[in-house]
C-alpha cells in the first residue's frame, strides 16, 4: 500500500482486499483522523464543549493549586487579559480558533475562581502554640484516629492576641453521652497549635485543607468540658446538628454495639460512634465509602424514593394514566434527597452528592436522560464554580470518575446483557458495576492513600447488596414509620444489614496481604492520567491518540516512581529524619509517629514507625542520632542536650538537624535548625545533602 502522510488515508492498491482496506481504513480513522484537515476537526470539536466545560475550569483550578506561591496581582491581571482575549476569539474569531478559544477562557477561569474562594475563606489560623482556656460554641462531633471524641468550635474565645475562626479539640476520656450537644457553649483548657504543614514535598496538606474550612487550630484537652449555656433557642442554623444528633443517639439505642453505629453513619453522617478498629476494617478491605455519606447513599435514597413513589402510584389505577407519575416522583425523591442533605449536616461530599442527584431528577423533570455524560459534566462544573477546592479531594475525583466510567459502559452493557439470561441480568449487573466503577477509582485510591485493597471488589460484591437492597430501604421505611411511632421492626432489619457489611469488612480486612502498599506516584501522574481518560472519551482521532499517550506516559511515571523517592526526608520542625537504605526508610528515632508513618506509606513501606526507627541506618543515643551518606555524616540532635552537642559535632561539613532554633550556627557543618525549617517546610535532600524539595518553595495563603 502507498501512503500519502501520517495523517492521509491508506490508497486502495493491489496487494490489499477490500476487507483488509476497510481495517486499515479503520485503524487510520481511530488513530489519525483530524491530522488531515485540524481546522475542520476543531470546529466539530464545538460540538463538546459542554462536555469539556469541567475538564478546562480544572486546568485553571489545577494551576491555581499547584502554584509554587501564592498568584501576585500582576499574575491575575495577565490571566484576566489573556481570558478576555480569548473571550473574543471565541465570540467572533474564526471556527477552528474557537474551540481552544474556549477552553482558554474556562481555564483562566478557574484559575480566577479558585483564587477569589481562596481569600473568600480567609479566617485568622494560630501562628504559634497555645496552652490556656477556650471558650466557644460546639458545630460538630466527631472521632480522632487515637479513638478519642472531638469536638469542633466557633464563635472561639482565647487569651491569646489571635483569634481562630474554628478550632477542633480532642478530648481525653469522655464518654459519648456526656459530649454537649451542637449549638452549647462550653469552656475548657486545653493545648492549641497551628494546623500542621505537610509532612514531606508534595504530601497532603492538611493546612490547606483547614484553610478553606475556616479551621484556625487544632489541639487536645486532658481537663472536663464544662457547658456554661445552653444552644440558643432562634439557633437554626445547629438545628440539623442536634437532630442529626437526637437520631444517631435513639438508632444506636435500638441497635447496639458497631452495627448500631454504622447505621446511625449512614443515615445521619454522625460518624463519631465508629472505633478506629471498625473504620481501619472498613478501608483495609475497601468498604470506608459505606460510612461517609457520598453518591452511592444519596443515589440509593432517591432512587428507592423515586421507585417507591412511582410503583405506589401506578396502583391507583385510572389517575395513574392522567398524571405525570414519573415526575411526581421526581420531585419527591428531590425532597427527600434534600431532608438527607440538611440531615446529615451538608458535607462537602454530601453536598457533592446531592448536587449529581439533583441534577439527574431535574433531567427526568424536562425529559431528558438522568444518566448522560452532560448530566455529569453540568453537575461537576456547577460543584467546581461553587467549591473550585473540591478538585483536589479524593472524594470529588473517586466520584466523578465512577459515575463517568459506568456512563461510558452502558452502551457495551446494552449489548452484553442481550446474551444473559434475565434472572442473571441483575447479578451481573452488580458484578460489572463493581468491577467498572472499582477499577476506574483504583488508580486513585492508590495514590492518595498509597495502598490498594486487594480484596476490595469481592468485599464490595458482598456489601454493596445488603447496602442496596436491605439497609437504605430499612433506613428509609424506618424514617417513614417513626412518624407512628413503628420503627423499630425497619431498625431491625436494618441492624442485620449493617452486621453483614461489618462482617464481610472484617473478614476480608484480616486476610493475609488483603493491603498491597503502592509508592506515591508523585504529583503529575493523576493528573495526566485523569485527563488522558477523559480526552479518550471525549476526544476522536489524533485527539485520542494524543490522550492514550499521555496515560501511558503517566504510567511510565507511576512505574518509576520508586526511584524518585528522596533519600533523606527532613521533618517540618527538625523532630524526625529518614535515610533510605535497602532495607527500606530507616527513622532517626521512633518518636513523631504521625510523620514517620506518612514517609513509610509514601515509600510504599507497611513498616511501623517504631520498626522504622530500628532498621539499620542511625546509630548511637536518641539525643544525638548519627547516619553514614555519602561522604560525611548525618546527625539529628533532639531533646535538652542538642544545644550543647553542637559546637562539638560541626565539622567536616557534616549535615546536622537540629529540633530546636540556633541563634548563630557554628562554622563546619550544614545546619537544618527550626529557624531554616520555618522557611522551607519539611525537605527532601538526595545522599549528598543537596535539597531536591521543599514544602514551602513560595508563601501561600495557607501557610503560617
Known amino acids: 500500500m502507498a501512503w500519502q502522510g501520517i495523517g492521509s488515508r491508506p490508497r486502495e492498491g493491489a496487494p490489499l482486499g477490500p476487507r483488509a482496506h476497510r481495517v486499515l481504513g479503520a485503524l487510520w480513522y481511530a488513530v489519525f483522523a483530524g491530522l488531515e484537515t485540524p481546522a475542520l476537526a476543531l470546529t466539530r470539536a464545538r460540538a463538546k464543549l459542554f462536555l469539556w466545560m469541567p475538564v478546562a475550569l480544572s486546568l485553571g483550578i489545577g494551576a491555581y493549586f499547584s502554584a509554587r506561591s501564592e498568584p501576585s496581582v500582576p499574575l491575575y491581571a495577565c490571566v484576566g487579559m489573556a481570558g478576555l482575549l480569548a473571550l473574543w476569539v471565541w465570540l467572533r474569531g474564526v471556527e477552528w480558533a474557537r474551540f481552544p478559544a474556549a477552553i482558554l477562557v474556562l481555564a483562566c477561569a478557574g484559575f480566577v475562581l479558585a483564587g477569589w474562594r481562596a481569600h473568600a475563606v ?19 462531633i466527631d472521632r480522632a484516629a487515637s479513638d478519642k471524641l472531638r469536638i469542633t468550635l466557633d464563635q472561639v474565645r482565647i487569651d491569646a492576641r489571635i483569634q481562630p475562626k474554628r478550632v477542633r479539640i480532642a478530648l481525653g476520656d469522655m464518654d ?72 444517631s443517639q435513639a438508632i444506636q439505642a435500638r441497635i447496639s454495639g458497631q452495627p448500631g453505629a454504622m447505621a446511625a453513619a449512614i443515615l445521619t453522617g454522625d460518624r463519631s460512634g465508629l472505633s478506629e478498629a471498625t473504620r481501619e476494617d472498613m478501608r483495609r478491605s475497601n468498604l470506608a465509602h459505606l460510612i461517609a455519606i457520598s453518591g452511592l447513599h444519596m443515589g440509593l435514597l432517591a432512587g428507592f424514593v423515586f421507585a417507591l413513589v412511582r410503583y405506589g402510584l401506578a396502583l391507583w389505577g385510572k389517575r395513574a394514566l392522567v398524571w405525570p407519575v414519573k415526575k411526581i416522583a421526581a420531585i419527591v425523591a428531590l425532597l427527600a434527597a434534600t431532608g438527607y442533605l440538611w440531615l446529615s449536616g451538608a458535607a462537602v461530599s454530601t453536598q457533592r452528592a446531592w448536587i449529581m442527584v439533583t441534577v439527574m431528577l431535574l433531567a427526568v423533570l424536562i425529559d431528558r436522560r438522568a444518566l448522560s455524560l452532560r448530566t455529569v459534566a453540568l453537575a461537576a462544573t456547577l460543584l467546581l464554580i461553587w467549591r473550585p477546592e473540591s478538585l483536589i479531594a479524593p472524594g470529588f475525583q473517586m466520584s466523578f470518575a465512577a459515575t463517568t466510567a459506568l456512563i461510558v459502559a452502558l452502551g457495551p452493557w446494552a449489548k452484553v446483557a442481550r446474551r444473559i439470561p434475565r434472572l442473571l441480568r441483575p447479578l451481573a449487573m452488580l458484578i460489572a458495576t463493581s468491577v467498572i466503577a472499582g477499577a476506574a477509582t483504583a488508580p486513585i485510591v492508590a495514590a492518595q492513600f498509597h495502598r490498594v485493597s486487594e480484596y476490595g471488589v469481592f468485599a464490595n460484591l458482598l456489601a454493596v447488596p445488603a447496602m442496596g437492597m436491605v439497609v437504605m430501604p430499612a433506613g428509609v421505611i424506618a424514617a417513614i414509620l417513626a412518624l407512628v411511632g413503628l420503627s423499630a421492626p425497619a431498625l431491625w432489619v436494618m441492624g442485620l444489614g449493617t452486621r453483614w457489611i461489618l462482617a464481610v469488612a472484617q473478614y476480608f480486612a484480616t486476610i493475609e496481604g488483603a493491603v498491597v502498599p503502592v509508592v506515591d506516584p508523585g504529583p503529575w501522574v493523576i493528573p495526566l492520567l485523569v485527563l488522558g481518560a477523559l480526552g479518550a472519551v471525549l476526544a476522536r482521532g489524533a485527539g485520542r491518540s494524543l490522550a492514550i499517550l499521555l496515560m501511558g506516559l503517566s504510567v511510565f511515571f507511576w512505574l518509576n516512581a520508586p526511584a524518585r523517592r528522596p533519600a533523606i526526608l527532613i521533618a517540618p520542625e527538625g523532630e524526625l529524619v529518614g535515610l533510605m537504605t535497602p532495607q527500606g526508610r530507616a527513622l532517626s528515632k521512633s518518636a513523631a509517629k504521625f510523620v514517620g508513618a506518612r514517609w513509610l506509606e509514601a515509600d510504599g513501606d507497611m513498616a511501623s514507625p517504631q520498626k522504622g526507627a530500628k532498621r539499620a541506618g542511625f546509630a548511637g543515643p536518641n539525643s544525638a542520632r548519627v547516619a553514614e551518606i555519602t561522604g560525611r555524616k548525618l546527625i539529628h540532635l533532639s531533646g535538652k542536650s542538642a544545644q550543647f552537642n553542637l559546637a562539638a559535632l560541626c565539622h567536616d561539613n557534616a549535615l546536622i538537624v537540629i529540633n530546636a532554633r540556633v541563634k548563630t550556627a557554628p562554622p563546619g557543618c550544614d545546619l537544618w535548625d527550626q529557624t531554616r525549617l520555618k522557611r522551607t517546610g519539611a525537605v527532601a535532600l538526595t545522599r549528598e545533602g543537596e535539597l531536591v524539595d521543599q514544602t514551602r518553595p513560595g508563601a501561600r495563603l495557607w501557610t503560617p
Do not use: Q
Open 122 to 140: 480567609a479566617a485568622p489560623v494560630l501562628s504559634y502554640r497555645y496552652y490556656g482556656p477556650v471558650e466557644g460554641r460546639v458545630i460538630g
Open 176 to 247: 459519648d453521652s456526656d459530649v454537649p450537644p451542637p449549638g452549647s457553649f462550653v469552656m475548657t483548657t486545653a493545648h492549641l497549635m497551628p494546623p500542621p504543614p505537610p509532612a514531606a514535598p508534595d504530601a497532603y496538606d492538611f493546612g490547606r485543607a483547614a484553610w478553606f474550612n475556616g479551621l484556625g487550630a487544632i489541639g487536645y484537652t486532658s481537663v472536663p468540658v464544662m457547658r456554661f449555656a445552653p444552644p440558643a433557642k432562634r439557633d437554626l442554623g445547629l438545628s440539623a446538628h442536634r437532630a442529626r444528633r437526637a437520631l
